[in-house]
């Protein structure tokens, strides 16, 4: 009994072992395309997402959500203007968070990663970047 149990015990962890990158993985590329935005925006929430783009976001898309910025000139990056309602109508919240989570892979927009944002803060950041385009 005790040697069947030892050894369960050991398949378990093994188990877990070899699962363990495949889960990883799977957690570095998420697909939220067709997840409804969790997140009920309030004006803490929306503060403290005002706040995160202002550190990650604004040098790049700029503090207006237009992308006329600097170092988007440097970096010669083609952004969309945020304020334009049109910009990202067509994209869901899903599609905008992995986009965010992700960044672009080439080097032109990092990741935003679960360490520098949980999954509420990125939901919140989808919501923030909309409202540019309620006052343009
Ligand atoms: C170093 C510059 C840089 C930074 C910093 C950056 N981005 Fe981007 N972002 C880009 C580029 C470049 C694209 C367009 C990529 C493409 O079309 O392939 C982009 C595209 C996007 C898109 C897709 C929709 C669109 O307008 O094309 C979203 C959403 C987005 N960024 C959000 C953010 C948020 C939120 C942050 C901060 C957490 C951020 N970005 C930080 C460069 C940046």
């Known amino acids: 009994m005790k040697l069947i149990s030892t050894l369960s015990v050991a398949a378990v962890i093994l188990l877990l072992v070899s699962l363990a990158p495949a889960l990883r993985s799977a957690q570095d590329t998420p697909n939220h395309a067709t997840v409804t935005n969790p997140v009920k925006p309030t004006a803490d929430s929306q503060a403290r997402a005002k706040q995160i783009y202002g550190i990650d976001c604004a040098m790049c898309h700029g503090s207006d959500g237009k992308g006329k910025t600097d170092l988007a ?9 945020w304020t334009d309602p049109a910009t990202l109508k067509d994209k869901t919240d899903g599609q905008l ?13 990092p990741p935003e990663t679960a360490g520098r944002a949980p999954d509420d803060v990125v939901w919140n950041l989808v919501i923030y970047i909309r409202s540019f385009a309620n006052h343009p």
């Not at 000139?73 to 203007?81: A, P, S, Y």
């Open 73 to 81: 000139n440097e970096m010669q990056l083609q952004l969309k203007d």
């Open 97 to 109: 968070f992995d986009f965010i989570r992700n960044g672009t892979g080439e080097g032109k927009m």
